[in-house]
């Protein structure tokens, strides 16, 4: 059974940081692309980041681009988004998930973290 579980949310003040974690299992980790994406408060979903198999790829959305890293750790099949210089509009439940076999779309998804950022 695939399973996702982010942990590392919590609340920081604007230009703080955090660091995700997404532990997974059930499934060989390095065999796949993975994906953070995230949703604000009454938003919808908005796509984060993403890594490839090995790592030696990352691609970012514009609004986190020279902010957030992304980056994996195949040997302890954890990923990880690291957070720096958050800003208010950050504040979202995190997920990771993990992509099919050609990486065009995700297929299991975590429960989520929420990172709050605040004053």
């Known amino acids: 059974e695939v399973q996702l579980v982010e942990s590392g949310g919590g609340l920081v003040q604007p230009g703080g940081s955090l660091r995700l974690s997404c532990a997974a299992s059930?499934?060989?980790?390095?065999?796949?692309?993975m994906t953070w994406v995230r949703q604000a408060p009454g938003k919808g979903l908005e796509w984060v980041s993403d890594?490839?198999?090995?790592?030696?790829?990352?691609y970012y959305a514009e609004s986190v681009t020279g902010r957030f890293t992304i980056s994996r750790d195949n040997a302890k099949n954890t990923l990880f988004l690291q957070m720096n210089s958050l800003k208010s509009e950050d504040t979202a439940v995190y997920y990771c998930?993990?992509?099919?076999?050609?990486?065009?779309?995700?297929?299991?998804w975590g429960k989520g973290t929420l990172a709050t950022v605040s004053s």
């Open positions: 998930a993990k992509r099919t076999n050609s990486g065009s779309t995700m297929n299991y």
């Open positions: 059930g499934f060989t980790f390095d065999n796949y692309r």
């Open positions: 890594i490839s198999r090995n790592g030696g790829s990352t």
